[in-house]
Nanobody, 120 residues
Framework: VQLQASGGGLVQPRGSLRLSCAASGSIFNGNGMGWYRQAPGKQREMVAGIFTIGLTRYADSVKGRFTISRDNAGNTVYLQMNSLKFEDTAVYYC???????????????WGQGTLVTVSS
């Protein structure tokens, strides 16, 4: 079982980052994939999801700024983040999702997240 997010870093406000998450086939195949984040002192929250039919969903706070996509051949889900704000600072994780349980993740296992810090 593998969920490994990468691509985080330090970025200035209004900057961009592209996150990647490599998942094992047992998690990726046949499931939607979602991005979640946890800011310091806060609960983990849904950011975006992409279902197997191509449907996407976003948290209101990131609509128009973030774009989720998936590479089925590579078992990878991406999150393109533009116009980053201070409040986007968090550890970002990915997980499998389904329409039936959205926005809750399918698995309690979170794997390695990636830290995004938006700072001037």
């Amino acid at each position: 079982v593998q969920l490994q997010a990468s691509g985080g870093g330090l970025v200035q406000p209004r900057g961009s980052l592209r996150l990647s998450c490599a998942a094992s086939g047992s998690i990726f195949n046949g499931n939607g994939m979602g991005w979640y984040r946890q800011a310091p002192g806060k609960q983990r929250e849904m950011v975006a999801g992409i279902f197997t039919i191509g449907l996407t969903r976003y948290a209101d706070s990131v609509k128009g700024r973030f774009t989720i996509s998936r590479d089925n051949a590579g078992n990878t889900v991406y999150l393109q983040m533009n116009s980053l704000k201070f409040e986007d600072t968090a550890v970002y994780y990915c997980n499998a999702i389904s329409i039936a349980t959205w926005p809750e993740p399918l698995y309690s296992y979170w794997g390695q997240g990636t830290l995004v810090t938006v700072s001037s």
